[in-house]
């Protein structure tokens, strides 16, 4: 761990689903902090609650049990109103499906969160053009989703994710749906935002090679940090 602050704290964290008289745990008392600028990857088998744990730190669900403070402040104490705020401020999301609006262009899908927090597009407009240049995708900011590769639909919603300055990135399987050569590519990106923008990343993987970009690894079995 490097010696920056914690930016990210998970307290006995349990994550609890009912069906009938069954209680399932998916998450069984986990605790771990994150310091800022690190690059951390959540590996585990499938079912082992990697991902769940990903949406709990992130605000996207809460836990049964426990908390996570982000910059100090609990989370799970925020109402809905204000863990939106967060998400749209201060963290950025990238998942296995891109995600993107499919009649929207390039630039429009990334300005998304700009639009949805109500500010001023044209004052993004030097940033817009920045974050094109560091995903690689100047030449393309008309296209529509179904004009480019998987690969390039994933460059967009790593832009999309950035076009706010979050200070955290959460990515669920980034890698998941591009072939090995195109998911390097994309390890390369994150590593390289991590390392010369300092944006603490945390990324849901069950790849070992997408993996070795980061630089520590949580293993998550049956629901609990091995």
């Known amino acids: 761990m490097n010696n920056n602050h914690i930016i990210i704290e ?3 964290i349990t994550k609890e ?4 008289d069954t209680v399932i745990r998916v998450l069984k008392d986990i605790s771990l902090q994150i310091a ?4 951390v990857s959540i590996m585990g088998p499938s079912g082992s609650g990697k ?10 669900d809460s836990p049964t049990g426990g908390s996570v403070f982000i910059s100090g ?3 799970s104490k925020f109402d809905d109103y204000k863990k939106s705020i967060m998400r749209r401020r201060s963290i950025g999301f990238v998942f ?19 639009l949805l927090d109500g500010k001023n597009v044209r004052d993004y407009k030097k940033q817009m053009n920045d974050i094109l240049e560091i995903v690689g995708l100047a030449d393309r900011r008309k296209h529509t989703p179904r004009e480019l590769s998987g690969g390039q639909q994933q460059r967009v919603a790593i832009a999309r994710a950035l076009i706010s300055s979050p200070e955290i990135i959460f990515a669920d399987e980034p890698t998941g749906n591009l072939d090995s050569k195109t998911g390097a590519e994309i390890m390369k990106l994150l590593q390289e935002i991590n390392r010369e923008s300092n944006k603490t990343i945390i990324m849901v993987t069950h790849s070992a090679d997408a993996a070795e970009y980061s630089n520590r690894i949580i293993n998550v079995k049956d629901g609990a940090i091995i």
């Open 36 to 39: 800022q600028g690190e690059f």
């Open 51 to 60: 991902s769940t744990l990903l949406y709990i730190l992130g605000g996207l």
């Open 96 to 114: 296995q499906f891109y995600n993107l609006i499919p009649n929207l262009n390039v630039e429009e899908n990334i300005l998304l969160p700009i």
């Open 73 to 75: 402040e609990d989370i």
């Open 10 to 12: 998970g307290r006995n």
């Open 17 to 20: 689903y009912r069906m009938g």
